[in-house]
Antibody, heavy 120, light 108 residues
Framework: QVQLVESGGDLVKPGGSLRLSCAAS????????MSWIRQAPGRGLEWVSYISSSGTTINYADSVKGRFTISRDNAKNSLYLQMNSLRAEDTAVYYC?????????????WGQGTLVTISS | EIVLTQSPGTLSLSPGERVTLSCRASQSVSTSYLAWYQQKPGQAPRLLIYGASSRATGIPDRFSGSGSGTDFTLTISRLEPEDFAVYYCQHYGSSLFTFGPGTKVDIK
């Protein structure tokens, strides 16, 4: 069965850096676009970034552009999010999600999330 | 950039009732790229509907989606106890993904 397991969330001071990982299993990881989506405490969902199956096409939300970098290693079935210059407003649960192959750019599988807290 | 608005913010209902949730886009969008998700406390979102009206795998047929242009609807024909949750609409366009603010369906 499809599984996405995020890790790397932590308490970090403003201005600091963090790298999140997402381990995928149960499907051919290299065939799918992947995304990071976050949810601040008590708030709604915010898309953060996506990466194409080959890693050649990438996009970011304006709120993280220039600070976050998405990447993937298809040989390791892993997705990453390098987060630099972190701000208090980056505090959130970060989910990795698979973009469905045939469901209109919807996200058909999600991990359980990893909590990132930015505070001094 | 397209903005999605969901109404109402909260609905208080009883099991067995019919629910209609609204998602409005700031400009006309493709039905192909409109989806709905359900999220329960402490859980990741679950895909319910994609392409505005197609149910995702394993989703009960009491959930249905409709709409076009700027106005989309998620209907739950008869609320089950497990349906009390927050519902989000989502759109993809111009290489960006956008979520609506969500509608919370809670128990009356």
């Amino acid at each position: 069965q499809v599984q996405l397991v995020e890790s790397g969330g932590d308490l970090v001071k403003p201005g600091g850096s963090l790298r999140l990982s997402c381990a995928a299993s149960g499907f051919t990881f290299g065939d799918y676009y992947m995304s990071w989506i976050r949810q601040a405490p008590g708030r709604g969902l915010e898309w953060v970034s996506y990466i194409s199956s080959s890693g050649t096409t990438i996009n970011y939300a304006d709120s993280v552009k220039g600070r976050f970098t998405i990447s993937r290693d298809n040989a390791k079935n892993s997705l990453y999010l390098q987060m630099n210059s972190l701000r208090a407003e980056d505090t959130a649960v970060y989910y990795c999600a698979r973009r469905a192959a045939a469901a209109g750019r919807a996200f058909d599988y999600w991990g359980q999330g990893t909590l990132v807290t930015i505070s001094s | 950039e397209i903005v999605l608005t969901q109404s109402p913010g909260t609905l208080s209902l009883s099991p067995g009732e019919r629910v209609t949730l609204s998602c409005r886009a700031s400009q006309s969008v493709s039905t192909s790229y409109l989806a709905w998700y359900q999220q329960k406390p402490g859980q990741a979102p679950r895909l319910l509907i994609y392409g505005a009206s197609s149910r995702a795998t394993g989703i009960p047929d009491r959930f249905s989606g409709s709409g076009s242009g700027t106005d989309f609807t998620l209907t739950i024909s008869r609320l089950e106890p497990e349906d009390f949750a927050v519902y989000y609409c989502q759109h993809y366009g111009s290489s960006l993904f956008t979520f609506g603010p969500g509608t919370k369906v809670d128990i009356k």
